[in-house]
Nanobody
Framework: QVQPVESGGGLVQAGGSLRLSCAAS????????MGWYRQAPGNQRELVARIASGGTTNYADSVKGRFTISRDNAKNTVYLQMNSLKPEDTAVYYCNLHSPWGGGMDYWGKGTLVTVSS
């Protein structure tokens, strides 16, 4: 079983920065895509950014130029550097690990709360 564990959330003023980390444990050899999603109150969960094992990245339009996703394969960790934070970035951020095995499996962390004050 794969278990992602997030850390790094908190309260920050608008314009500030935070870095989220997600450490993966368990049978991670099958994981090819690591990503971050977020869910604000009353909203659906949405993709923020993801990075494939080869380094290809995708970002939501709302965070392009402000957020950067990276991964350290040796540490089985994915990071999300968030700069120029806005109040609308306030949400619970979830780490997602995707495996193509078994028709596709997704593993989710429990989430970390990011609150951006104006």
């Amino acid at each position: 079983q794969v278990q992602p564990v997030e850390s790094g959330g908190g309260l920050v003023q608008a314009g500030g920065s935070l870095r989220l980390s997600c450490a993966a444990s368990g049978s991670i050899f099958s994981i090819n895509v690591m990503g971050w999603y977020r869910q604000a109150p009353g909203n659906q969960r949405e993709l923020v950014a993801r990075i494939a094992s080869g380094g290809t990245t995708n970002y939501a339009d709302s965070v392009k130029g402000r957020f950067t996703i990276s991964r350290d394969n040796a540490k089985n960790t994915v990071y999300l550097q968030m700069n120029s934070l806005k109040p609308e970035d306030t949400a619970v951020y979830y780490c997602n690990l995707h495996s193509p095995w078994g028709g596709g499996m997704d593993y989710w962390g429990k989430g970390t709360l990011v609150t951006v004050s104006s």
